[in-house]
């Protein structure tokens, strides 16, 4: 069976984390992502974060992609890439906003060379507005854009999210983006240009705490693992280690389970909107029975009776946890240096066009491993016109 993005080639101009992401999910699911890089990538390192020379951030969002050199800054290199954009459906880059048009690689320069082109840009903070020409990292979107507020205890500094929610969020809405303007493009022909920043996805991932306090005013701030609506909600330390538990829907069935019957039938708790009207008495009566016996214990009893929990894996038990190996998860990806890396799967799967990540990955690429493979294999360039643009030092 065919992937379902086989016929899609993309052109990832983009860098460090946010574009990556978004194009290694388009590049699982079937796509042709060509790397278009500079000749003076930074990309061999050492160091315990390296494989081989090769940057572990690196591996892990640019699996089955190609790579090859182009300098954009040459006349020369811009034509070759103008070559690459006639036979191409979608240029993805997170350049700052002036950047594109300074090379030549705007979406208005490049809907004249290729009318069905999708241009999607990643910027940090939008193409318009007063801080559209700030520098940008997750961090400080995601304090800028409210998620360290509400991150961290009450009681203690504002932290931020564990994960990059700014940059890797603004990868997918970058790929969802563009797999619509390629369906839009099944019904007008003609392509579009597809934007999206680091702040709006933070914004957006914000969806009912912005709600919340546009309804009620309340200004939603640090409350560690609790939920702003929703109780009991939390990570409650046992008398060896940490246990996630969800119950606001099984209350009465938590209470029972933990030898406290007495808290649901307690007319501070006996209804859904009292548990949050009175959830700095509930918590520590909670936090006292936890403390009593061990997470796998409480994982155990809580299960049998159909309890939402979980223990708090540290990475090294995610990757060996049953589940996560059952749904592959975790794969083993050759690496072009030899030998065979592991790295996080496909999380999507589709019946008929299964995503790569169902059967089998290409190694994050060598700088500029595939440039002359696509030059002369798609462009049909000439050994002669190759090593005149090497000569040039237009590729690499």
């Known amino acids: ?70 300098d954009l800054t040459k006349a020369a290199g811009r034509h070759v890439f103008y070559d690459l954009a006639k036979v191409s459906d979608v240029v993805f880059d997170n350049f700052r906003p002036e950047v594109p048009k300074k090379l030549g690689i705007d979406y208005e320069t490049l809907k004249g060379i290729n009318p069905r082109i999708i241009s999607c840009s990643i910027t940090g903070f939008g193409p318009t507005g007063p801080y559209r020409d700030r520098p940008a990292y997750d961090l400080c979107v995601q304090a800028l854009g409210g998620g360290v507020a509400i991150t961290g205890d009450p009681d203690g500094p504002p932290v931020r999210n564990g994960v990059a929610v700014a940059d890797q969020g603004a990868g997918l809405l970058a790929a969802a983006g563009i797999l619509a303007a390629l369906h839009a493009r099944e019904r007008t022909g003609v392509g579009q240009r597809v934007e999206t920043s680091l702040l709006e996805a933070m914004i957006y991932q914000l969806a009912y705490e912005v709600a919340i306090y546009t309804v009620s005013g309340m200004v939603p701030g640090r409350i560690g693992s609790r939920h702003l609506v929703v109780h009991p909600y939390g990570i409650f330390q046992t008398s060896d280690d940490y246990i996630a538990v969800a119950a606001p829907l099984r209350f009465p069935a938590l209470c029972q389970a933990i030898g406290r019957p007495d808290l649901a039938a307690d007319p501070r708790f006996d209804r859904f909107e009292n548990l949050a009207l009175h959830q700095n008495e509930l918590y520590p009566a909670l936090e006292e029975v936890f403390l009593t016996r061990t997470t796998g214990e409480w994982l155990q009893t809580l299960e049998e009776s159909d309890i939402p929990c979980a223990p708090v894996n540290p990475i090294d038990k995610v990757l060996a946890d049953p589940q996560v190996v059952e749904r592959q998860m975790v794969v083993d990806v050759e690496h072009v240096r030899g030998g065979a890396v592991k790295l996080v799967g496909n999380a999507l799967e589709m019946s008929a066009t299964p995503a790569d990540a169902r059967r089998e990955f290409t190694s994050p690429p060598l700088l500029g491993q595939h440039t002359e493979e696509v030059l002369a294999g798609l462009l049909g360039y000439s050994q002669e016109q190759i090593g005149a643009l090497r000569q040039e030092e237009a590729i690499g």
Do not use: C, H, Q, T
Not at 32 to 60: L, Q, T
């Open 1 to 70: 069976m065919e992937s379902a993005l086989k016929d899609v080639r993309i052109l990832d101009l983009s860098r460090a984390l946010a574009g990556p992401y978004g194009s290694m999910l388009l590049a699982d699911l079937g796509a042709e992502v060509i790397k278009v890089e500079a000749p003076r990538s930074r990309r061999d390192v050492k160091g315990p974060f390296a494989y081989k020379g090769m940057d572990a951030y690196f591996m892990g969002v640019n699996r089955n992609k190609k790579s090859i050199v182009i």
